[in-house]
């Protein structure tokens, strides 16, 4: 398996819109859109190196409003989702991040 963090520079207003194309992409696992240097942040998976320079890199620079990509190969996967312990985080934790979602929502309702 490759693992891939890429930092992808999106045209000027078109930063949703990449978001919403590299969402699309099934090897894109997940899309972050923060506050620094670049406009979309990504991790990929793919089942090889040749898969994702064939395959998946071309797809990302394809999509409209992309306008640069740097990708950083990953050596080893230490941790992965899917391993999380339900039930792990303490009831303050937990609540504590039920309250950063329900922020997130009413900002993002604010923003619409």
């Not at 819109?17 to 859109?33: D, G, H, Y």
């Not at 942040?41 to 409209?64: E, G, S």
């Amino acid at each position: 398996m490759t693992l891939a963090f890429v930092d992808v520079d999106c045209a000027p207003g078109s930063t949703p819109a990449v978001a919403e194309a590299l969402n699309a992409i099934p090897e894109v696992q997940t899309v972050e859109l923060p506050a620094g240097h670049h406009d979309c942040v990504l991790t990929v998976f793919t089942a090889t190196l040749a898969d994702y320079a064939q395959r998946v890199a071309p797809a990302i620079l394809a999509i409209p409003g992309v306008e640069r990509v740097q990708t950083s190969l990953g050596s080893r996967l230490h941790q992965a989702g899917h391993s999380w312990r339900l039930a792990a985080l303490t009831p303050k934790k937990s609540a504590a991040f039920a309250e950063l979602a329900e922020l997130e929502r009413s900002v993002g309702d604010a923003d619409q």
